[in-house]
């Protein structure tokens, strides 16, 4: 069912052309050079397709919430399985940050567009040759809509990732309002941003998150909004919107 995600306005794309794509469940906000519609649906069906396929073929890909042991012979799928594994959740922790990355990489590789933002479930990735802000909407936390993130231009490509317990449709074992993971891999941070919030039940926990964090190899910052207190660590350059 389609669920109209009022956060996405929040995104700086200032010089692009803004639409969205809608296939099932995938719900994708997209920012370009270009109206890239018809390369974006075709890239987003075969990925969909692919990650059907070993949702099918592989035991528990869809539901385990734990690591899998398993392999595939889809690049796509292995690393899904592989970033998750590594942060302890189970592959579809990791399918939001995966498709949003390939579909900019892939569109970028078939068209003339060369800056592109596409945000899907809240998981960013962002290809631009400017500075973009962020807006981080956390909820009914009183941080929500009033700081963001910015991306400098050396900072690009990047992968912005978002997990909450209080927000939104995903699941989530913790409380926070909303746990942000900036990486280079996108996969990574969406299954990272994932056991980061299971770990945020209170307050209290923004630290021991914050520290879990910091273990995770490519990670290169977090952010943790719990009601009315945030921790930050890495490379997060927040600022007041």
């Known amino acids: 069912m389609y669920e109209e995600r009022f956060y996405r306005a929040m995104q700086?794309?200032?010089?692009l052309i803004t639409y969205k794509?809608?296939?099932?469940e995938s719900d994708l906000m997209i920012s370009s050079d270009f109206n890239e519609e018809k390369t974006v649906k075709n890239i987003l069906e075969a990925l969909r397709t692919n990650i059907e396929k070993a949702c099918q073929s592989i035991d528990g890909f869809e539901k385990s919430?734990?690591?899998?042991?398993?392999?595939s012979d889809d690049p796509i799928i292995q690393h899904m399985i592989d970033v998750s594994s590594k942060v302890g959740v189970g592959p579809m922790a990791a399918?939001?940050?995966?498709?949003?990355?390939?579909?900019?990489?892939q569109t970028i590789n078939l068209t003339s567009t060369k800056q592109m933002i596409v945000e899907n479930g809240g998981d960013i990735y962002i290809s631009s040759k400017e500075e973009r802000k962020i807006l981080i909407f956390a909820g009914s936390s009183p941080f929500s809509n009033k700081i963001g993130i910015r991306i400098p231009k050396s900072g690009m490509p990047v992968g912005i990732c978002t997990s909450a317990g209080?927000?939104?449709?995903s699941l989530s074992f913790g409380?926070?309002?909303?746990?942000?993971v900036i990486s280079k891999d996108t996969a990574l941070a969406d299954a990272a941003a994932t056991a980061i919030g299971n770990l945020v039940v209170s307050?209290?926990?923004i630290n021991k998150g914050l520290d879990f964090g910091k273990t995770i190899d490519g990670i290169q910052g977090v952010l943790i909004i719990i009601e009315d207190k945030m921790g930050a660590w890495g490379q997060v350059e927040i600022f007041q919107a």
Do not use: M, R
């Open 175 to 180: 409380n926070a309002d909303a746990v942000v």
């Open 203 to 205: 307050k209290e926990d």
């Open 65 to 71: 919430l734990i690591p899998l042991s398993e392999k």
């Open 95 to 105: 399918v939001a940050g995966t498709i949003s990355e390939q579909v900019v990489k």
């Open 166 to 169: 209080t927000v939104g449709h």
């Open 12 to 15: 700086q794309s200032d010089g």
């Open 21 to 24: 794509v809608i296939i099932d």
